[in-house]
Every structure is written in structure tokens, then in C-alpha cells.
């Protein structure tokens, strides 16, 4: 009896049929996972492309780059950052900084490192990163928990510098980019008992 032809699609003709956001992540899940193994330097848009099973051009007509790449893949691994309420500041604060040490933890140091050395001859490239760090999801959860702390009487009312919302984290990424410490709880503590809440004049 002849062997039937199969109909359905074949794997190579299901990945040329991915559209819009459905490729778009396919790539980002494909750039993590060459971050990952790889790390920032050994990382390329062909590898990338390949794991996706799409081809570099593709890439390139949503990326100029793999800098500009990596950016979104930060920024989509991180997209998604519940807001605590706990009814006390400390505590949400320190459930916030709970949530970036295992951000961290989940990051390649050298990914990190890698975007900042490429950002000293691509202003562009460093606006972006500065966009990134200050429009995150964690800075907007932290932006939310000193409001409502702040209706709650623990804070005099704001507004606050977006370089005091950000204060704690930027400590903790600080460390652990520059001198590849990944924040134990004692440090959580420590910035938020000695350096955060003081600053906000908690009581």
C-alpha cells in the first residue's frame, strides 16, 4: 500500500507562518536561551535566529542590533511585577527587593555588563537602557507602594525623584553588575532599614 503524503504543515513551514507577536516572542525566548548558555559576548543574531527558526533578516527588520535586542529581551523577561499590599511600607518594600534579587539571579552578569560597555559609544543605545531602568515594572510597582504608603500616613506625600524610587534596586543592581554580588536578605534589609525608609521619612 503507497505511502499517503502527510497534509499537515511541516515544522519548518509552521515557524515561516509565526507572525507579529507570536515571532516576536518565539526570538526573545530564543535570545534568553543564548544569553543564557552563551553569555553577552558569544551571543549573535544568526545564533539567535536559529534557535528561533527564522532567518537573521528577519531580526534585523525589528532590531538594528543585537544591543538593541537584548534590551527588549530585559525587558520582556521582567514585563510582568505584582504590586504587594501588605499594609506596611517595609514590607511591601522588601517584597519589591526580594522580587529584583531573583531578577537578578535569573541574569547573566555579563549581560548586563556587556549592554553598559556598549552604551560608551551609542548614546542612543544608553538612552535606552536609561528608559528601561526607570520605566521597569519594578519601578512602577515602587512608585505605587510609597503612594499608598503615603495615604496611609506611613511617608509625608510625595512626589519623589524617580532617583528615589529607584534608589534601593539601583543599589542592589550596582553590586551585583560592578562587583558580581547577588544581594543575600541581609542586604535587602539592610537598604531598606538604613538607606530607603530613612530617606522617605518613614515612621
Known sequence: MPNTPSTGPSA??????RRGAALEDAILDAAREELAELGYAKSTMSG?????GTSKAV?????SSL????????RSRFANVPVPDTGDLRDDVLHLLRQAQTNLGDTRRDTVSGLI?????????????????????????MSTV?????????IPPGPWPLRVITLPISLLRDDFVVFGILPSDADLAAV?????????GYA
Open 67 to 74: 544591543p538593541e535586542l537584548v534590551l527588549d529581551t530585559l
Open 12 to 17: 519548518g513551514e509552521t515557524m515561516s507562518r
Open 48 to 52: 539567535i535566529a536559529n534557535r528561533a
Open 192 to 200: 531598606t532599614d538604613e538607606v530607603f525608609l530613612p530617606l522617605l
Open 146 to 154: 510609597l503612594k499608598r504608603a503615603a495615604e496611609r500616613g506611613q
Open 59 to 63: 531580526l534585523y527588520r525589528r532590531w
Open 117 to 141: 560597555a556598549d552604551t560608551v559609544h551609542d548614546p542612543r543605545l544608553a538612552q535606552r537602557l536609561r528608559d528601561l531602568i526607570a520605566n521597569s515594572a519594578l519601578s512602577d510597582a
